[in-house]
């Protein structure tokens, strides 16, 4: 009787142990995919390891690889979603951080500024992360990039030693940018002069003539005592060109910014080498 | 000695049991694992595994369910070849059924679709969701023959008191002549594009034509013909735009019509799950 017991004790334990096996292989099979950045089929197989996992032992591990695969495809919506499973299934305060952490990046990712802002403002409040402040401000100040509020960012960047090389480069970038109202603004005492301010040097001069040729013709039907047709070029021509005039000057500083900051995130994408989203 | 011999045999057992492929990619397993992505809504992956399956063993479930699949991922031309597959199989009337839906949704003629041997049916429920599906493509063929008693015999009231006035829509759709219009700003500019309930381009067309005339007009009178000629070109600009507008707004007025009502009438068929019965979409717990 006893060594019937030992038998099945045994059988037990080694039946337990070889399925153990197959889950680990499995979970190195689909890490495996991901190293080879196959991750259409990384997690086909996490999922499939996922759903034999019937202790959820290694829910954390499977639901992070599932997530960061679909963040590498740029699915982000399911990405914040895996990694959202995967924050439940953390065993630790620091697998905590770190899921926390990337969802914010996903979400500096998507642009969702208030969010991400909402999220660093909670984890700040959170005892367990009272000695990861600097990392929490660092991904701040990356908000702040990615908002477009390069001032805020070298702000929140400037209170991190080890950021200096970004914060240097938000100051950069915020000494090329164009001031938007200041473009309108000379646009409206000269016309043309916000395209030059920008660098469309051709648009300035062309809006220059224009408005020069209709406001000449304009002046000289009232000076012949054609009031009806100076009323007719003055608002359905001139008034147009001059209107036209300020909302290209405007146009122009905010797609020049635009270029800037999309040069600037693109910079950062491919040769900043600290962390990124 | 010998126990331990025998311990030894007994230990290799499970690892013959679990060796390199067979552990997670029994067919069995993978049947679960893909039934389980199904209901997921991972319809992708799904049919991947299914087909993996299918190309093991086939069978008449698999390619049902792979067509399912296409059919829940929008791949109308791929579910329809998966149910035109299986129609004289043991799953044949849900297939012709799945089949009848793909075509619809593909905007295809479904009249030959529907030949008298796809419409024989043992199961009444599917017969009716059969005859129900063919006549909301009737209706949305316009077809005039559609009829209310037909309409009344296969649906619930309020239903076909729906489907009776959808089939007014189609049948008689609410449409601007584009000659019309164009005829009427031709006799009075942006006449055309007020039938064409486009007020605002109606009414500017109709005022900067007639600040143009005018400024023709009186160029001419105060002996300017240089500029005359010059408000006489533009007059002709915006008077013939105006013609030619308005011919187009009628056609864009008739298309914007159409589209709304067939989104309306497929948002309505959309939460009627097309007549058909949700069990033979497969079942999730």
């Not at chain 1, 038998?7 to 190195?28: H, M, N, R």
């Not at chain 1, 697998?95 to 909670?122: G, M, P, S």
């Not at chain 1, 367990?128 to 908000?143: C, E, H, P, T, V």
């Not at chain 2, 297939?95 to 619809?104: A, C, P």
């Amino acid at each position: 009787m006893k060594s019937f017991w030992l038998l099945f004790i045994f059988l037990i334990s080694v039946e337990t142990g070889f399925a153990q096996l197959q889950l680990e292989k499995q979970l190195t099979f689909a890490e495996s995919l991901f190293v080879q950045e196959k991750y259409f089929d990384a997690i086909t197989e996490a999922k499939r390891l996922s759903f034999f996992d019937i202790t959820s032992q290694y829910s954390f591990r499977v639901n992070s690889l599932i997530a960061e695969s679909y963040r590498q495809g740029g699915k982000f919506s399911e990405a914040v979603h895996y990694f959202t499973k995967a924050e439940i299934a953390a065993n630790n305060v620091k697998e905590l951080f770190k899921t926390k952490i990337e969802i914010i990046k996903i979400n500096i990712l998507r642009r969702a500024f208030y969010l991400v802002d909402h999220q660093l403002d909670d984890m700040g409040k959170d005892a367990r992360f009272a000695a990861d402040s600097s990392s929490l401000q660092y991904w701040r100040g990356w908000n702040y990039l990615f908002h477009d509020d390069w001032e805020k960012a070298v702000e929140t960047l400037g209170k991190i030693d080890s950021a200096a090389t970004l914060k240097n480069i938000c100051e950069e970038v915020q000494k090329k940018k164009y001031s938007v109202s200041f473009a309108k603004g000379l646009s409206v005492v000269l016309p043309g002069a916000g395209q030059i301010y920008t660098g469309n040097y051709v648009s300035g001069v062309l809006s220059l003539g224009w408005n020069v040729l209709l406001g000449y013709l304009t002046v000289q039907a009232f000076s012949a005592d054609r009031a009806f047709d100076g009323m007719a070029i003055g608002t359905l021509l001139w008034l147009r060109f001059y209107n036209g005039n300020l909302s290209n000057a405007e146009k122009f500083a905010v797609e020049k910014n635009e270029l800037i900051k999309n040069e600037t995130l693109d910079y950062l994408q491919k040769n900043y080498q600290g962390l990124k989203p | 000695m010998q126990t331990i011999f025998f311990l030894s045999l007994l230990s290799l057992f499970p690892s013959f049991l679990f060796s390199q492929d067979s552990a997670l990619f029994t067919p069995e397993k993978r049947k679960a694992f893909a039934d389980h992505l199904f209901c997921e809504k991972d319809y992708l992956r799904a049919s991947e595994e299914y087909e993996g399956l299918q190309s093991v063993n086939k069978s008449d479930s698999l390619s049902y369910y792979i067509g399912l699949c296409f059919l829940k991922m929008n791949d109308y031309e791929k579910a329809k070849d998966y149910f035109s597959q299986l129609k004289n199989s043991s799953l044949g009337e849900e297939s012709r059924l799945l089949f009848l839906k793909t075509s619809f949704l593909l905007n295809k003629n479904i009249e030959g679709e529907s030949d008298s041997s796809s419409n024989q049916f043992m199961n009444k429920e599917l017969k009716t969701s059969f005859r129900r599906l063919e006549l909301a493509a009737q209706i949305k063929a316009g077809m005039d023959q559609t009829n209310p008693l037909s309409l009344n015999n296969h649906f619930e009231e309020s239903d076909a008191q729906i489907l009776k006035s959808f089939a007014d829509k189609f049948s008689h759709p609410n449409s601007k002549s584009p000659f019309a219009a164009a005829l009427f700003s031709t006799l009075l500019p942006g006449a055309g594009k007020i039938y064409t309930k486009n007020y605002g381009d109606g009414i500017t067309s109709l005022i900067v034509t007639g600040l143009f005339t005018f400024l023709w007009y009186d160029n001419f009178r105060a002996g300017h013909p240089t500029r005359a000629w010059i408000f006489a070109g533009l007059t002709g600009f915006f008077y013939w735009g105006s013609v030619y507008g308005s011919y187009i707004s009628a056609r864009n007025y008739n298309l914007e019509k159409e589209e709304e009502l067939n989104n309306e009438f497929q948002s309505y068929l959309s939460s009627k799950n097309y007549f058909i019965p949700t069990e033979i979409e497969g079942s999730c717990k």
